[in-house]
């Protein structure tokens, strides 16, 4: 079944529709948090909200792509987590891992050196205004199309273009930064 069909069902109250549905777009829903939250528990808890919010308001699902739907509220519900730190902020005990170590025949090495570049970009993200991160993590890491990143973001295609614009310079800007004082470090060694 394609998602249509799944939302139909959905839509009819059949919960295993929708349970796949949640299956096939969780991932991207919860990465999308991810990167705009930078804290997997945050993630895990904004991209559950979003899921419930959208089994609670299915029938109000008019057309078009529910992955962008799905996105749309994620984003939203993202946006409201970041409102509410902003007003009681919190230090976390620990910093949690991006991912865990996979059981590939990646070596240690290859590892730590992915591992280091996610924490870079992730830093580099945050650097970014809330809707220059969502466009970049929208376009550039989720791979959703202008159209598809306009449709989540509500707003329109040049809108798009030019968040993605200038979050991406942005970025160059913070990635030559972290190079100059790597370089500046080595030199004074």
């Known amino acids: 079944m394609d998602d249509i069909e799944l939302v139909r069902a959905s839509q009819s109250g059949d919960l295993d529709s929708f ?6 777009h ?13 804290d997997s ?12 919010s959208a089994w609670r308001n299915i029938g109000g699902f008019r057309g ?11 984003a939203n519900a993202c946006r ?13 005990l620990e910093s949690l891992p991006y991912d865990p170590p996979s059981m590939s025949s990646e070596s240690p090495e290859d590892y730590a050196v ?24 929208l376009c550039d890491i989720q791979g ?8 989540v973001m509500r707003c329109s295609l040049g809108t798009v273009k030019s ?5 991406r310079t942005r970025l160059r800007d913070y990635f030559l930064r972290m190079e100059l004082i790597s370089t500046e470090m080595r030199h004074n060694k």
């Open 64 to 74: 078009g792509s529910f992955k962008a739907w799905v996105l749309q509220i994620t």
């Open 80 to 92: 409201d987590q970041l409102r509410r730190a902003k007003r009681r902020p919190v230090v976390p």
């Open 41 to 52: 528990q945050s993630a895990e808890d904004v991209t559950q909200d979003a899921f419930f």
């Open 144 to 151: 959703l199309s202008y159209e598809e990143v306009a449709e």
């Open 26 to 38: 969780q991932k991207m829903a919860y990465n999308v948090a991810f990167r705009m939250l930078g």
């Open 163 to 167: 968040r993605l614009n200038r979050g």
């Open 19 to 24: 349970n796949e549905l949640v299956r096939r």
């Open 114 to 137: 992915r591992r280091e570049m996610a924490d870079h970009v992730q830093r580099g993200l945050i650097t970014l205004s809330r809707d220059q991160r969502m466009t970049v993590i």
